[in-house]
């Protein structure tokens, strides 16, 4: 299956929970995954924490994917890594992300423009989460600066919504900033957003819902990772939240 229609299947169960895989080590994620997966409607494995483990990380990172598409191949596999580069660049991270690990989507900068991001756009079967309005605190310095009579993020709000050619796009905004989230959906219509900035970063669950859920009351992939695998249990955590998105979008 298609990225899309591995993550439309689990809105369908009532499931928007996704676990950021942010250790960087296979046994630890294995853990995690084991306790969660009958909850979640994806994984998000953040390239950083295995890189910065060297070659053992990344070995890791090959074990977590593998596993997870072996023993749960209808759960979805976002690999965080915020790729970006000119065309030719980006061609070998679309080889060694899609085809060497076998995720099923990446996130990615749109700052080269749709010509770079090409090589991504073109794997139809694979999700391109664009970043849009991201969770961090300076955010703002570039993302809020007038672009005429808009600010620059909902440019490119605009400017991916008429990248989605294949069906296969999706944007990230941060629960931190809810007025935005609001005036993206707006703007992209039912294109999935990944919501990062949930529990540790302050984001707020009920404004989430409120102003980034589609028509459908799906549509939102929201990320929790500190929250969740620092947990003493981390079931009971994914489990809380789970439960308390379906309570207030019923």
């Known amino acids: 299956m298609d990225f899309l229609t591995k993550l439309k299947a689990k809105w369908a169960e009532g499931k928007f929970v996704c676990v950021g895989l942010d250790i960087g080590d296979f046994k630890f ?6 306790q969660t997966s009958d909850l979640v409607c994806c994984y998000k494995p953040q390239s950083a924490f295995y890189e910065a483990e060297g070659l053992e990380g990344l070995e890791g990172l090959e074990k977590t994917i593998k596993y997870i598409k072996e023993k749960y191949p ?5 690999l965080d890594a915020k790729r970006g580069d000119v065309a030719s660049t980006n061609k070998a991270y679309v080889k060694a992300i899609f085809d060497t690990l076998g995720v099923d989507g990446v996130t990615v900068s749109p700052y ?5 991001l090409q090589p991504f756009l073109d794997r139809a079967d694979k999700g391109v989460i664009i970043l849009v309005r991201t969770s961090n605190p300076g955010a703002a310095e570039f993302q809020d600066l007038k672009v005429g009579d808009k600010p620059l993020y909902q440019v490119v709000a605009e400017h991916v919504k008429s990248w989605n050619k294949n069906n296969n796009v ?17 703007i992209i219509g039912d ?3 990944l919501v990062p900035g949930i529990g540790a970063q302050g984001g707020n669950l009920k404004a989430t819902l409120e ?12 990320n929790s990772s500190r929250d969740i695998i620092f947990a003493a249990n981390p079931r009971e955590a994914v ?3 789970h439960e308390t998105i379906r309570e207030k979008i019923s």
């Open 112 to 116: 080269l423009g749709r010509e770079s």
């Open 191 to 193: 294109m999935p957003i």
């Open 211 to 222: 102003n980034g859920l589609d028509s459908k009351k799906q549509g939102l992939i929201i």
């Open 74 to 78: 209808e759960v979805p596999i976002i």
């Open 29 to 34: 994620d294995k853990s995690i995954i084991d």
């Open 239 to 241: 489990l809380k939240l």
């Open 170 to 186: 999706g944007v990230v905004v941060g629960a931190t900033y809810p007025k935005q989230l609001k005036k993206v959906r707006e």
